[in-house]
């Protein structure tokens, strides 16, 4: 199964896409994880990104298809893939036709921005397993430090609140129009974002159908 994750930052898509692939056993790929990663690694093509990232904005389209394209062509994405953060535009949603890569459902998760300014500010994430917690809401089992590693939880630069507004200005202008590119194409499942992480896993389940 060949699956999109849509969403505002912050709406979940992260959260849900991991526990689906882990029951679906295919791998998630996240265009914003492996920026990260890049960041982190201080490559050129990091270097370049940490610009827009920081500010809100999107990479540009030809750095972000190619990283996708890479990536997609791996073996393990040849049983399917749960994209998270990608497509994000019109242009990566017409780049993956492209490709010749058929997607069987678009998941958005939907999050009012009220709800969202508040879930970004409580966010923590853990840097080498790129998994996220919520202060609140998915708290760690140890406060501040992640399930997985073990290392210290941080809070992401872009969810500092003024960049969390123009992340979702950037949303609404640039990615919620794929909304319509998909649900003309029958392919739009809505599944609107509960305060329980698992509230929204079982409508996630039921939404795709597995
Ligand atoms: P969120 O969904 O919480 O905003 P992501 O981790 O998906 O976070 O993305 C973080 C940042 O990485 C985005 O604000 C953007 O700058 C960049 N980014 C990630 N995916 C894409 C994409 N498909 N196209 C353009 N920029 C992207």
Not at 13 to 38: D, F, Y
Not at 104 to 111: G, H, L, M, R
Not at 133 to 146: A, M, N, Q, R, S
Not at 181 to 190: A, P
């Amino acid at each position: 199964m060949n699956l999109i994750f849509l969403g505002a930052p912050g709406a979940g898509k992260g959260t849900q896409a991991e526990v689906v692939t882990k029951k679906l056993n295919i791998p998630a790929i996240s265009t914003g994880n492996i920026l990260r990663e890049a960041v982190k690694n201080g490559t050129a093509q990091g270097i370049e990104a940490k610009k827009y990232m920081d500010s809100g904005e999107l990479v540009p389209d030809e750095v972000v298809i190619g990283i996708l394209k890479d990536r997609i062509s791996q073996d393990d994405c040849k049983k399917g893939f749960v994209l998270d953060g990608f497509p994000r535009t019109v242009a990566q949603a017409e780049a993956l036709e492209n490709m010749g890569i058929k997607i069987d459902k678009v998941v958005e998760i939907y999050v009012s921005d009220e709800d969202i300014i508040e879930r970004l500010s409580g966010r923590r994430v853990s840097e080498i397993s790129g998994v996220s917690y919520h202060i609140k809401y998915k708290p760690p089992k140890v406060e501040g430090i992640c399930d997985v590693t073990g290392e210290k939880l941080i809070q992401r630069d872009d969810d500092k609140p003024e960049t969390v507004l123009h992340r979702l200005k950037t949303y609404h202008e640039k990615t919620a129009p794929l909304k319509d590119f998909y649900q003309k194409q029958g392919k739009l499942v809505t599944v609107i974002g509960q305060e329980k992480v698992a509230d929204t896993t079982k409508l996630t389940f039921e939404a795709i159908g597995i």
